[in-house]
């Protein structure tokens, strides 16, 4: 989070008066903005976004006397706007801005006389400003400090466990299902054409993890056109696993199952309505994807079920492939975090810049569960909205859980390694958490998620003297009786 972000605060002439809050970016080496409302000085707001004030004679003399200005930028530096604005009797200068917000430097050096307040604004946000606040505005600037702690992260946290808990349990139940039908063999056909898993070795784990890399650099690059293949990938792919969660929940129902034949085939009339409500869910989400007051929670809806049926879907063999997975993308989230800064032009983070939007894209990619920061900032306002986690934090460390919980089944072990590992899980989340609260930046989770699973998970199959069992993930399960 930049150190120069702060808020405007407009005021409309209504009575009682419309408020509303918005971005600015401030040079802090030039400007010193108070931390509260409380004594701040309005300043009628005077709208001049038709000229770029690279000269006095670009106004009537005596409109800027004791205002807020708000000029368009370019042709000539904030410095020299300042400048003009100042002797014209200016009070404040706003620098309207149609590209994505950058700090704001110049030499100061060169305009010391310069006392004038300036900051920079986007224009979208000028036009709405008129729009609901009317022609008459008054403003004044603040920056109130960035919160230690934003309460929505305990909302992130809950589903994350949550998920990755679901989903290990389930993937549980999938193989207990499994071993029955291995068991029986009337019931083993039926049962094989039933299942759905993929099972990945550590050739496909590598492999996998370079599709990864390969996408994620074709994203920085082609951001502007692959951002809506991602959008309907996501939108088929969610529309599909909310349809396989909700499938599985309402089988445990015995009503309602009247079915009807096409074909010489089949189907349960509800399945069918299944079926268009999750359509539609996706759909909806589409069309108002952009929508903030709302959109998000079904986005989180479709992206819980996504993550749900990866975990239930997607099957480690072994520990051994687990490790590779695990260890090659935590490097993987480290490297595009951390070491592509020294790499691209602009000293920018790959992962970051893909994830917030390269270049000011207002497109952004569906594959976070997000939650409106509860805690007001101007952080909020300029460019964290909402709490962020990544679906790549709850799906891989979930692929270990759900290899747990199987592992407990084929091994009748009491679920130990499945309620470890998913502690372990949550407590790699609040030491996230903690350094993100300290470090004041995005951190990747994986970081600090995969080494206390994978150490949770190492320890108790050493301390039960099963490593070698877990390890190689062998035919242990073939003697399994019901």
Known sequence: VAADEGILHASGSGVPPVTKDYCIIYNSNWLSLPKTLDNATFRTLENLTSTVLC???????????DKAVVVMRGNC???????????LGAKMLLIA??????????????????????????????????????????????SPPLPEFDYSMVVIFLIAVFTVALGGYWSGVAELENLKAVASPGERETRWKKEENV??????????????????????????WLVYVIISVFCLASAMSLYNCLRALIGEIP????????????????????????????VVWAVFRNEDRWAWILQDILGVAFCLNFIKTLKMPNFKSCVILLGLLLLYDVFFVFITPFITKNGASIMVEVAAG????????????????????????CDLPFSLLGFGDIIVPGLLVAYCRRFDVQTRSSSIYYISCTIAYAVGMVLTFIVLALMKMGQPALLYL?????????????????????WKGSNYQVGWRP
């Open 55 to 65: 000269s006095s004679a670009e106004v009537p003399s005596g409109l800027m006397k």
């Open 77 to 87: 530096t904030f410095l020299e706007k300042a400048r003009i604005a100042q002797s």
């Open 97 to 142: 801005s149609k590209s994505r917000l950058s700090a704001i430097s110049d030499n100061k050096t060169d305009f010391e006389d310069v006392t004038l307040p300036i900051a920079l604004i986007r224009y979208n946000d000028i036009v709405d400003m008129q729009l609901v606040l009317g022609n008459e505005v008054n403003v004044t600037l603040y």
């Open 199 to 224: 099972t990945f070795t550590p050739v496909t784990v590598i492999l996998f993890v370079v599709i990864c890399c390969v996408m994620l650099v074709l994203l920085y690059f082609f951001y502007k």
């Open 255 to 282: 009503f309602g199952q009247c079915r009807i034949t096409c074909s010489n085939k089949t189907i349960e009339v509800r399945l069918i309505f299944l079926a268009i409500f999750c359509i539609a869910a996706a």
């Open 358 to 381: 390269p270049f000011g894209n207002s497109e952004k990619l569906p594959v976070v569960i997000r939650v409106p920061r509860l805690e007001h900032s101007a952080s909020t306002l």
């Open 450 to 470: 995969v080494p206390c699973t994978l150490i949770t998970s190492s320890l108790v199959a050493w301390r039960r003297k099963e490593m070698k069992k877990f």
